[in-house]
């Protein structure tokens, strides 16, 4: 199953993932006439901004998910394709809030829906979407849609790149350094 993983180094906090997710949830899904709908529309993600830190925080939709375990009325469930929601299935959300209390990353909030009723909201990595609208709004790539395997093997390599040069750069340091030394 693709996910939405976070690059936090690239991360500049401008908060478009935020605005990009609410405009995708909003009745008009144009941001112009969202910012007038009542209930406003609401973001399923949270890029938390802090003095040393950026980043874009959203749902992990987890294999053992805590929230499905602790949902009272049911509503909370694993669809077919991985994707860990509240909408849509057999059973309504409350508003208990319990999933709230459970999510391990804090990302699943109470707010009013489209229909006016207060509900737990949370990543559905935009189901009418190729690719969720907060990965295609950022702007530096500090979100990207892929595989777990996929995004692991990318890390790697970059690390393996950065690695590689480092080493580079210290033997010519070295060459250059024994050179002025006259070695």
């Known amino acids: 199953m ?6 936090p180094e690239r991360c500049v906090g401008c908060k478009a993932c935020e605005l990009a997710c609410a405009v995708e949830h909003s009745r008009s899904k144009v941001l112009f006439t969202a910012i007038s709908e009542r209930p406003v529309p609401r973001r399923r993600i949270y890029a938390e901004v802090t003095q ?6 959203t749902c992990r939709h987890c294999e053992e998910a805590p929230c499905i375990s602790a949902c009272i009325p049911g509503a909370m469930y694993r669809s077919p394709q991985g994707v860990v ?3 849509g299935g057999l059973q309504e959300c409350i508003g208990c809030s319990l999933c709230l209390m459970v999510c391990p ?4 909030r109470q707010d009013q829906a489209l229909d006016g009723k207060v509900i737990a909201l949370k990543c559905d990595l935009c189901p009418d979407r ?3 609208a907060c990965v295609e709004s950022c702007p530096t790539k500090a979100l990207v849609y892929m595989e777990a395997e996929d995004f692991a093997r990318e890390l790697r390599q970059e690390t393996s790149s950065e690695l590689a040069s480092s080493l580079v750069r210290r033997r010519s340091m070295a060459t250059d350094l024994a050179g002025e030394a006259g070695y």
């Open 85 to 87: 929601n509240n909408v």
């Open 52 to 57: 040393s830190q950026k980043f874009p925080l």
């Open 2 to 7: 693709k996910q939405v993983f976070v690059r």
């Open 105 to 108: 990353f804090g990302v699943i």
């Open 130 to 132: 190729q690719t969720p």
